[in-house]
C-alpha cells in the first residue's frame, strides 16, 4: 500500500515557466514532508520540507504548499530552468513524539525543463 | 563538506552469493538510514541505527542484516542473494548537527545480482 503517492511519472516544462509537482499521502501519522531532488548516478539531495503545523514554505525559487485536509503538497518551482531537470521525491515522516525521522517516500516525478 | 560515503559503489554478485555494503555517515552523525530502491520503484526503508542500536525495522528480509559500529559506520549484509535482490542501495544519515533532521543521503551502491 503506498502511502506517498506522485502520480505523474513525468513532467515536462518549459524554461522560465512555473512547474507544478503533486504529492498525496494517505497516512494521517505524518506531520513532516520534504522533497529531494536526484540527478542520475547520485543521491537524493534535500531540497525544502514543510511541517504539517505550516500550509506554505518558500525557498529562493522553490515553495511547498500543504493541505493538510486534502491530504495533498505540492512543490512549485518559479522560473523553472534546464538545471532543475531531475526527478523529483516526495517523502513524509512522522515525527511527533519521537526521533525517528524515518521517511517514507513516493515514485518520483521527472521533471524536464527544456530550454 | 563531507557527504555520506558508500562503498562500493557498484557491485556484480551470483544468485546465492554473499554481498556486504558500507556506510560511513557524516562525521557526529549518530543515525543512519539503509534504503533499497528496485528498477522504477521508490527507495524502500530497510533498517535504522540510533547510537549503534537498531532504532526501526522495515520491508527488510531475514537474509539481510545490518550493523552500526563504534564508529558509527554501518553495514548491509545480504545472503543468499536473489535475483530480486539487484537494486539500489542508498545509505542516509542524521545526528544533532544536520539542519531540521533532514536525512543525507549517500550516492547509493549499485548491487546487480546475475
Known amino acids: 500500500d503506498q502511502q506517498v503517492k506522485q502520480n505523474s511519472p513525468s513532467l515536462s516544462v518549459q524554461e522560465g515557466r512555473i512547474s507544478i509537482l503533486n504529492c498525496d499521502y494517505t497516512?494521517?501519522?505524518?506531520?513532516?514532508f520534504l522533497w529531494y531532488k536526484k540527478y542520475p548516478a547520485e543521491g537524493p539531495t534535500f531540497l525544502i520540507s514543510?511541517?504539517?503545523?505550516?500550509d506554505k514554505n518558500e525557498d529562493g525559487r522553490f515553495t511547498v504548499f500543504l493541505n493538510k485536509s486534502a491530504k495533498h503538497l505540492s512543490l512549485h518551482i518559479v522560473p523553472s530552468q534546464p538545471g532543475d531537470s531531475a526527478v523529483y521525491f516526495c517523502?513524509?515522516?512522522?515525527?511527533?513524539?519521537?526521533?525517528?525521522?524515518?521517511?517514507?517516500f513516493g515514485k518520483g516525478t521527472l521533471l524536464t525543463v527544456n530550454p | 563538506a563531507a557527504g555520506v560515503i558508500q562503498s562500493p559503489r557498484h557491485l556484480i554478485k551470483e544468485k546465492r552469493e554473499t554481498a556486504t555494503l558500507k556506510c560511513y555517515p557524516i562525521?557526529?552523525?549518530?543515525?543512519v538510514y539503509w534504503y533499497q530502491q528496485g528498477p522504477g520503484q521508490d527507495p524502500q526503508f530497510l533498517i535504522s541505527?540510533?547510537?549503534?542500536?537498531?532504532?526501526d525495522k522495515g520491508s527488510i528480509p531475514d537474509r539481510f542484516s545490518a550493523q552500526q559500529f563504534s564508529d558509527y559506520h554501518s553495514e548491509l549484509n545480504m545472503s543468499s542473494l536473489e535475483l530480486g535482490d539487484s537494486a539500489l542501495y542508498f545509505c542516509?544519515?542524521?545526528?544533532?548537527?544536520?539542519?531540521?533532521?533532514?536525512?543525507?543521503f549517500g550516492a547509493g551502491s549499485r548491487l546487480t545480482v546475475l
Open positions: 542516509a544519515s542524521t545526528g544533532p548537527s544536520s539542519g531540521a533532521n533532514v536525512l543525507t
Open positions: 497516512n494521517s501519522m505524518f506531520d513532516y
Open positions: 541505527f540510533y547510537e549503534k542500536m537498531q532504532s
Open positions: 514543510i511541517s504539517s503545523i505550516k
Open positions: 517523502a513524509a515522516s512522522a515525527r511527533s513524539g519521537g526521533s525517528n525521522y524515518k521517511l517514507t
Open positions: 562525521p557526529r552523525h549518530d543515525t
